[in-house]
Every structure is written in C-alpha cells, then in structure tokens.
C-alpha cells in the first residue's frame, strides 16, 4: 500500500477506517463512472485523481464505468474520448472498461423482483403528472391513481414495456416508498422509461431502459465497489441509493456512497449544457477549443497533466461547496512549466529593426540558454544578423514617464547578443512607424559592457533572416464575470468577445523543431504551447507573471 500522505481529507480518513476495521474485508474498490453523453471537463478531474488515487494509496482498485442508461444523448465518440482523456491524465485503471449496459439483464430481474414484493408499479401517467404529483418541500406528494395495482397486472405490464407493447412515454415503472417523504427522491421515483433509441453498445436489443438512480448503485454493487464516491448535488439522492441495495440480494457487500465538494473555479462554467451552447452556438470552436474547461481544451492549451493533478491534491476534498480562484490552477500551470518548458524567442507583433553599423551580410551565432532553472537543458545557438525583429511596443518615438525600452538615444540590451543605440526610425504615411534604426557596440557581444555601464532594458528578438513564420493565439478570460451565472443570471451573458486575439509572429529557428503539444518559454511573453495537430500554431498558456501571488498579496493588505 502507498503511504497515505499524514494529512488526510475525510474521505481517506474514511476509507483509512474501514480499512483498519476490516469492513469490506479490508477491500478498497473505487470508480469513476461518467456517463458517455460528453466530454471531460477540469471538474471530472477532480472526481477522477481521488477515486484512482484513493485505490492506489489503499492498495486497491479504480475501474473506469461508463453509466449509459440513456441512448438518446450517448454516442461511442464519447466513449472513446473519456478513454483518451484518462490516459492523458495519466491514470490508469485496474482492468478494461465497464459498463452498465452490461448489467441490464440483471438490472430488470431485480425490477422484476421489486414488483413482484409490491415495491414497485406500472405508471400510465405523462412525465409532467408525475412531477406534478412529487410535491415539494413541505408540501404533500399525490400518489398515483395506478399505485396498488396487484404485482401480476404489474408484472405483465411491465413485460409488455419490454417487448414493446406500449409507445414511449406512456408507461413507466416507479419505486414504491413513500409519497409524504421529506426526502424528494424516495417519493416513488421512476426506475424504467420506454425509449425506441438505438443504444451504441446494445442497439435495438432493449427499448426500456434504467434511470441512472435505478441503475448506478446496482452497478456498484455487481461490480464490487466499497466506496461509492459522488459530488455533493448526490447526497439527497443516497437515501434512494440505500431504498434500492437494502432491497435486493446482493452478490457480495454493500457500496456505501460519500460524497464531496465538486470543483467551482471562477470566471469557469462547469454546466454540460452551458458548455454545449458554447459549442453548438458558435463561441467557441469545439470542445477541445483552447478556451473550454475540457480536458481536450486544457490539453490543447498546454497544461500539463502534472501540474492539474498537483493542483487537485492541493485544493483537497472538502464536505461544503466552495469556488477557488482560477489564478491558483495557473500558479500550479506556471510553476510546472517554469521548471520543464525549453526557453525560446518569438516576436508576437513584428517590428523591423536594422543595425546601420552592422557588418553588410555577416552572421553571428551566440549561445542562449534553453531553461536557466534545468542546468541539464543545455544550450542552443540562435543566428544574429543586422536586421531583426523586435515587439512593436519595445519602441517608442515618444515614451511615456517610466518607459526603460528603446527609444532614440536610448541604449538598451539584446538578449544574450549586444547593446544596441536607438538613433532614429521611419515612418509611413499615417505616423505609424514601419522600422527602427539603431547602431550596435560590438564590444559588447554576450549582453555584458566591458567598462561596465548598464541599461535598464533587456529585449528579446529574432533575426529577420533566419526567422520562421507562426500563428499565436492570445488568450484573455472567455466570461468576464468571475462567478458567471451568479444570482441566477445567464453564464454567457458576460461571455468575452475579445476572449482571443490570433497574431502573425516571428519565431526563431528552433521553434520549427518543437514537437505538437510541447509547450515552451517565449521569453518575456509567456509559455506557448505547440498546436496538437499543427506544430506552427501556438497558443498561450499562461503568462509569466503570479496572478495568484497578486491576490495572496492584496488579501494581506
């Protein structure tokens, strides 16, 4: 078994004393069981560190369990897609997938045995009746006019849902508890619908189906699960999570449901369904687009699965619902990278600049370093030459009061190359200037003057020569608001036009050897990450300055 580290969340401490007791035999089986009707955001990873991490401290079992009762919004693309994302992630589960579809023949003898013990019932009401007739809080639910039918008309009925007899929607099988119940959920909820949908693993071989509340504990119990861990919008439900396993004989032990405090992170969405209008409405270009929560989306982005996982452990498991401030998951993102990502050059707004007392058709060579906090990096030889590119706003004709970059007379420093001298620039027709001349002092070849003076600017560049074209793409917040959707307001009603702002950059030679996905350093910009299916595309990951030290800071004051 893993050492479990000395401070404890309460759902280790939990299974810590099961453990030590011997329930369960002294067994720990989790799972992560999504059902296959999307993709994987920032939040299932949360669910997913600590079911696999739990099964591997106690020395357990993790299995991946897709909960496809619902054919109408599943798809195998799905299916694949979840697969994908837990190996980037990098866990991996204890055996090959499971399913609840696997199950359905056990799942509707179970049924079956509940009617046959009056404790469930053919409904002929309409969805709407039903919900109509639940109540509420303090108010008295309305049993169904169908409720004491006998077990055999309720048996036959329930097979003719099966061999489709009925239209869908007509009938449905409830649960018979309670009607006057305080807890919503035990007020007969509807265990089967009739659904005329192909389903992607069993086709047309069933036309009723199980709902998830039916289906989920049953699975965990077939499949052997100890500890059954949901997020906290399940916990009303566990009372009908318990009314179904305390009916049945079960084929080992019992699961029994925890549950925690899902991922709230600020100016984020974690809504299936908003995350589905982003897509569908055209805000974004897919779910793996570099703005989306998704984990295609953080991955295409360039957030290392380390520094996710780091994050996860950081923020623990809680028992109250609570929103942590997106700066922090970049702080674990940028520190991550700080001490991995490979530095490299780039000009996101090109400005010419030429060397007048530049040698006519000479290169330089000199020698940068590739990570100044990883000594074993190394480093690379990038080409100078008389013209470079500099960022646009490295220059100014005027500058304004505490600007240190060039600007006429001004001598600043060229990274890892010489200090150049400002002396004038052109112009078009418009004021707007289109190049920057400057004199160099070779004497000054590596950054350093041998008499040495100093400058208060060091720039980055790229040969104009030698430089290679690339796509940039800038990322601002996609919803401005920090808790989008708050006070009942609509999420995308502060969607950020200007959530993106793609570039044409200059980029030195090196970069046409990054491979897709590896993320680097553009010096003084950020780190960039190399598109996952064109290695010319860069988009921003994060940028080089702690956000979330700011926030620590100003907390203090």
Known sequence: MQEPSESL??????VKADTESGKFSGRVQTRFPPEPNGFLHIGHAKSIYLN???AEEFDGQCFLRFDDTNPETEDISYVDAIQEDLEWLGVAPSGPPKFASDYFP???????????????????????????QRGGFGQPGVESPFRNRSAEENLGLFHGMRDGAFDDGSKVL?????????????????LYRIRRVPHHRTNDEWIVYPTYDWAHGQSDAIEGVTHSICTLEFADHRALYD????QLELPGDKPEQTEFARLNLTHTVMSKRILRRLVEDGHVDGWDDARMPTVRGLRRRGYPAEAIRAFMDQISVAKVNSVVEIELLESFVRTHLNRTALRRMAVTKPLKLVITNWPEGEVEWVDVVNNPEDPDAGTRSVPFSGELWIEEDDFRLEPPPKYYRLTPGREVRLRNAFFVTATDAV??????????????????????APDGRKVKSTMHWVSAEHALDATVHLYDRLLTESHPGADDADPL????????????????PALGEVATGEVVQFERLGYFAADLDDASVFHRTVGLRDEWANIQKRKQK
């Open 106 to 132: 056990q799942i509707f003898e179970w049924a079956e045995d509940l009617i046959r013990r009056g404790l469930a019932y053919v409904d002929d009401q309409s969805a709407e009746t039903i919900s109509e």
């Open 427 to 448: 112009t078009d027709d418009e004021g707007n200037v289109i190049e920057v001349r400057a004199t160099y002092d070779p004497e000054t070849r590596g950054g350093n």
């Open 174 to 190: 409830r649960a018979k508890i309670d009607m006057q119940a305080d807890n919503m959920w035990l007020r007969d909820p509807v």
């Open 493 to 508: 009603d502060s969607l950020n036009p200007a959530s993106r702002e793609t570039t044409e950059a200059k980029v030195e």
């Open 9 to 14: 969340d309460f759902v280790r401490e939990k």
């Open 243 to 246: 009314w179904c396993l305390n």
């Open 52 to 54: 696999f991490g739990i």
